[in-house]
């Protein structure tokens, strides 16, 4: 069992390795990609006070890494 958490932690840290390369090659290609800015995000402005809440930014990341799990789950049955 132990065995099978270490590959695991293996494989997430070579993922995010292999993510955090590419977007460093990337040479900054995403800058103008909307994430974090998307229009259900609520921002609230006042003179002295700002508050931002990425929700729908939080629902985008959670709906698409949910699939990305499901589907790399699916591929080791």
């Given at each position: 069992?132990?065995?099978?958490?270490?590959?695991?932690?293996?494989?997430?840290?070579?993922?995010?390795?292999?993510?955090g390369?590419?977007?460093?090659?990337s040479?900054?290609?995403?800058?103008?990609?909307?994430?974090?800015?998307?229009?259900?995000?609520?921002?609230?402005?006042?003179?002295?006070?700002?508050f931002?809440?990425p929700?729908?930014?939080?629902?985008?990341?959670?709906?698409?890494?949910?699939?990305?799990?499901?589907?790399?789950?699916?591929?080791?049955?």
């Open positions: 069992m132990i065995t099978e958490i270490g590959k695991t932690l293996v494989a997430i840290g070579a993922g995010i390795l292999l993510l390369g590419l977007l460093w090659l040479g900054g290609t995403f800058r103008h990609f909307p994430i974090g800015r998307l229009p259900g995000d609520l921002l609230i402005q006042k003179e002295h006070f700002t931002y809440f929700l729908a930014t939080s629902i985008l990341l959670s709906i698409g890494l949910s699939l990305l799990l499901w589907i790399w789950q699916s591929f080791l049955r």
